[in-house]
């Protein structure tokens, strides 16, 4: 179970690591936190269930989110992981349908949660907040456009490369380098992109060798962001 904690008070300008809110002011995050409440999740934990008939929305203060979805035979398909800044839960809030994925706690988290009404009530009264929250709805279009097209058309060692450069997109260094941590399992890697564990393993090893990626206790080290994307922009044509 999430461990409710007390409303938004002192806290509000945690809620400044919010994409959407980055711009805002002290008064105006105060607003908006005192219609949240806190909750912590730890790792491992369920935060929402596929077809709940809930409808608020989580901001990530602290830690990651995986979206996930299991088909009846059991078999896990990971949508994404969201990290601090992002938020989920505004499909249900802004259609007032069932919850269309399960999200669980990558690792110790911290969210505010929001009333589906009260984010309503939000954007209809916050012209940047709108755009950015349209902006956020857009860019999970592409994704999943872009998504559909790689398992449409590439093979299984290109979209390895592509799943690696998509986890890497907001940990790059000033060097070249990204990494990406928490480190997703082989079996993880192979959920978020339809294939198997053997292939995935046999893919990282082949990237080790070719100096491409370190692989260490608990990240991937990308060496070479700039060889990788050009690796996967390639195969896509674009």
Not at 32 to 40: A, E, L, M, T
Not at 47 to 65: A, K, N, P, R, W
Not at 81 to 100: T, V
Not at 146 to 171: G, P
């Amino acid at each position: 179970m999430l461990t409710k904690t007390k409303r938004c008070g002192p806290a509000n300008s945690l809620l400044a690591v919010i994409t959407e809110f980055r711009d805002l002011q002290a008064a105006d995050l105060d607003a908006i936190g005192s219609r949240c409440q806190w909750r912590k999740a730890i790792a491992g934990e369920v935060v929402l269930h596929y077809q709940d008939d809930g409808s608020s929305i989580f901001f990530i203060i602290e830690g990651t989110i995986r979206l996930t979805h299991y088909a009846k035979s059991g078999h896990e398909v990971i949508l994404g992981e969201l990290n601090a800044g992002d938020m989920f839960g505004e499909l249900a809030a802004i259609d007032g349908q069932r919850r269309s994925a399960t999200g669980v706690a990558r690792t110790d988290t911290l969210l505010a949660v929001m009333p589906a009404a009260a984010f309503l009530d939000l954007i209809r009264t916050s012209h940047p907040i709108a755009m950015a929250t349209l902006r956020r709805l857009s860019g999970q279009v592409r994704r999943l456009t872009e998504r559909v097209f790689d398992f449409s058309t590439l093979a299984v060692r290109n979209r390895i490369h592509a799943a690696l450069l998509q986890l890497a997109k907001d940990q790059v260094t000033g060097t070249n380098q990204a990494i990406i941590t928490p480190v997703p399992t082989h079996i993880d890697l192979a959920n978020m992109i339809s294939t198997h564990r053997e292939a995935v393993t046999r893919e990282l090893n082949e990237l080790v060798r070719d100096k491409l990626i370190r692989r260490e206790e608990h990240s991937i080290v990308i060496l070479d962001i700039e060889r990788l994307r050009r690796m996967v922009h390639a195969v896509r044509g674009r």
